[in-house]
C-alpha cells in the first residue's frame, strides 16, 4: 500500500530551527511536495524535490533521499507567522498525489 | 485574478439532502481536482478531471458525481448526505506535468460540510 508518515505536532521558540520529517512508501515515484497549511485555510505550495538533495529557498529548505523514502522540511529564524500545519504529499507513478496527514507546528515566543 | 474560488463556503445538509458545490478557477488549468480533509488524515481524492468534459474516480468517489462542462469550472456532487460526508471540502487545480516540470496544485479556500 502506499503510505505517509509525519510527526503530528511539533513545537519550536521564536528564532530557533526545526526539521519536519517525512517517510514515505508509493508505488512508483515522481517526487515530493511539502505545502503549508494554516488553520481554516488552503494549502499553500512551499517546495518540490524529485531529486536527491537539498533545496533551498530562503528560510525554508526541503531534502529528499529517494533510497531512504526520506524527506524533510527545514524551518530556520521561526516567525510566529510559522505557526501552521505542514503537509508532505508524494507523486506516485500515476502522478497522483498521497498526502501524509499533516504536522502541527507550534512556535512559543 | 482570483485564483481557484469555491461556493458555498459553509453549509450544512440533513441525511438525505442534496447539494452541488461549486469551483472555479481563472489560471487556464487543465487540471482539476475534489478533495476532502478529514481531521487526523491527510487529503484524500475524490474525483478529478484532467480535461474539459472528463472525469475520472479518485481515492474514495463512492457517494460523489462530478462534471467538468466548462473549463473553468468542476462541479461536485452529493445526491443523498449522510454523516460520514461531514469534512471541508478542497477543490485545487494545475497545469498538466510537462517533462522535466512539476505540477503544483492551487487550492480553493474550502467548503465545510456538515450533514446531521
Known amino acids: 500500500g502506499q503510505n505517509i508518515d509525519q510527526p503530528t505536532e511539533m513545537t519550536a521558540t521564536e528564532g530557533a530551527i526545526v526539521q519536519i520529517n517525512c517517510t514515505y512508501q508509493t508505488s512508483g515515484f515522481n517526487g515530493l511536495f511539502w505545502y503549508q497549511q494554516h488553520a481554516g485555510e488552503a494549502p499553500t505550495f512551499l517546495s518540490y524535490?524529485?531529486l536527491d538533495g537539498l533545496e533551498e529557498k530562503g528560510r525554508f529548505s526541503s531534502f529528499l533521499s529517494r533510497s531512504k523514502g526520506y524527506s524533510y522540511l527545514l524551518l530556520k529564524e521561526l516567525q510566529m507567522k510559522d505557526s501552521a500545519s505542514y503537509l508532505c504529499a508524494a507523486m506516485d507513478s500515476n502522478y497522483q498525489l498521497i498526502w501524509g496527514a499533516g504536522t502541527k507546528l507550534i512556535i512559543k515566543p | 485574478n482570483a485564483g481557484v474560488t469555491q461556493t458555498p463556503k459553509f453549509r450544512v445538509l440533513k441525511t438525505g439532502q442534496s447539494m452541488t458545490l461549486l469551483c472555479a478557477q481563472d489560471?487556464?488549468?487543465?487540471?482539476m481536482y475534489w478533495y476532502r480533509q478529514d481531521p487526523g488524515m491527510g487529503l484524500r481524492l475524490i474525483h478529478y478531471?484532467?480535461?474539459?468534459?472528463?472525469?475520472a474516480k479518485g481515492e474514495v468517489p463512492d457517494g460523489y458525481n462530478v462534471s467538468r462542462l466548462k473549463k473553468q469550472n468542476f462541479l461536485l456532487g452529493l445526491e443523498s448526505a449522510a454523516p460520514s460526508q461531514t469534512s471541508v471540502y478542497f477543490c485545487?487545480?494545475?497545469?498538466?506535468?510537462?517533462?522535466?516540470?512539476?505540477?503544483?496544485?492551487?487550492f480553493g479556500p474550502g467548503t465545510r460540510l456538515t450533514v446531521l
Open positions: 489560471m487556464n488549468h487543465e487540471y
Open positions: 524535490n524529485v
Open positions: 485545487a487545480s494545475s497545469h498538466p506535468r510537462l517533462a522535466g516540470d512539476f505540477n503544483e496544485q492551487f
Open positions: 478531471s484532467v480535461g474539459e468534459g472528463t472525469t
